[in-house]
């Protein structure tokens, strides 16, 4: 039998990132006890080590974006992902660098290329892919950034089936599992920072989850085949990948009613449980990181077992999962 407090004292031993959340998820510790440990976030461990790579230029890895996992863009999903306090003083000064020197390279604000020598559009007003400008639109949110103009372009680029893909501008009308999961993650940070545009938001955001439960969050419509079986390992970070732990995780920050369709992926991650009551990393997506967070495929993952359990509690309907 799992020995759950074995569990929660194994992630609690760990970086100030982990143990907020396992405290506000899985312990049910007060809100004070979360926010203190919370604040530590900013000057303590991964997210210290963060911080301290950004640029005098406001950039991290000196660009918007890159091909590793680096750049601005992927720090600052990370730094959410780690949950950084967008109050704290820390994250107020590293924002405002981002939003007065960070600009996407070669892209105008009409959506045209103009080269590489080109300044474009400011970091927070976004460029051109749904599947980019969904993670950008995710921090911005998260971080109090105005991210209005990306998701104006999120709400019309939204496929017929429901979801979202990047080729869709070279003629593709299906959607994409991967660029839909960053849309929706975006479009839910949005509705929780009171955007404007919040209403027809949540109107786009419902038939994107309806997109993926169609398909079981991992199967194709039309035959009932597993899309790709890369998608049933478990990895952290995801960047711009799709995988049913991070479906499920949208699903609960998104206060989903557990539904009959979900059933298969939340048995899958079951599956994955070791005998301690444990989740592995199966799996890192390979590019540079900005700081390594301490995790080796095929072992025992904090940041994965804490995002198992965070799921599994709330598709039970423990208590805590709602905090």
């Not at 590793?68 to 990370?78: A, G």
């Not at 405002?96 to 959506?111: P, S, Y």
Request: charged share 25%; proline share 4%; glycine share 8%.
């Amino acid at each position: 039998m799992v020995n759950r407090q074995f569990v929660l004292d194994w992630l609690l031993d760990s970086d100030p990132s982990i143990r907020w959340q396992v405290m506000k998820h899985l312990t049910g510790a007060s809100a004070e006890e979360v926010a203190a440990e919370r604040a530590r976030v900013a000057t303590e461990g991964f997210g210290e080590q963060l911080l301290s790579l950004q640029g005098p230029d406001g950039s991290w890895a000196g660009s918007a974006w890159n091909e590793e996992w680096n750049s601005t863009m992927h720090v600052l999903t990370l730094l959410r992902e780690l949950g950084l306090d967008p109050a704290s003083e820390e994250a107020k000064h590293a924002l405002k660098l981002v939003r007065e020197g960070v600009n996407w390279r070669g892209w105008d604000w009409d959506g045209t290329w103009k080269g590489w020598d080109f300044i474009g559009t400011p970091f927070f007003a976004g460029e051109v892919e749904p599947c980019i400008n969904g993670q950008v639109a995710s921090s911005g949110a998260y971080f109090g950034q105005d991210v209005e103009r990306i998701v104006g372009l999120l709400l019309g680029e939204q496929q017929p089936d429901g979801g979202w893909n990047c080729e869709a501008a070279n003629g593709s009308m299906r959607s994409s599992f991967n660029t839909t999961i960053c849309v929706l993650e975006a479009l839910l940070e949005y509705e929780f920072a009171g955007g404007a545009l919040h209403h027809q938001v949540r109107e786009a955001r419902l038939r994107g989850e309806e997109y993926l439960l169609e398909r079981r969050l991992l199967r194709r419509r039309t035959t009932g085949e597993i899309v790709n079986p890369e998608w049933k390992r478990l990895s952290f970070p995801t960047w711009w990948h799709y995988d049913v732990l991070r479906a499920l995780d949208y699903m609960r920050r998104a206060r989903a009613m557990p539904d009959e369709r979900m059933s298969e992926a939340i048995e899958l991650l079951q599956s994955k449980c070791d005998s301690d009551g444990r989740y592995p990393l199966e799996h890192q997506h390979p590019g540079v990181m900005p700081v390594e967070l301490g995790e080796a495929e095929s072992q025992p993952s904090r940041w994965n077992t804490l995002r198992a359990m965070r799921v599994l509690d709330w598709y039970s309907g423990k208590k805590t999962a709602f905090k």
